[in-house]
């Protein structure tokens, strides 16, 4: 619900989760960092690091309307 009212008001959100975790969206449409236990933690910081100049400026899914 916060992610939806987030992409409404054009905020930028990024989204993670633990690799194996059941999404509750179309992961088709959003990109979602999925990081491991199991990783050393430099590794992980730079997966997450590749991750977030992908994302964190993604353009709205859909546009804004204007309020009459």
Do not use: S
Request: proline letters at 7%.
């Amino acid at each position: 619900m916060e992610y939806g009212y987030a992409l409404g008001r054009a905020q930028r959100v990024i989204l993670t989760a633990r690799k194996g975790t059941l999404l509750p969206f179309d992961t088709q449409a959003i990109d979602c960092h999925m990081w491991e236990d199991d990783v050393e933690d430099t590794e992980r910081i730079a997966q997450f690091q590749e991750y977030w100049p992908r994302n964190i400026d993604r353009p709205p899914l859909v546009k804004p309307r204007e309020l009459l």
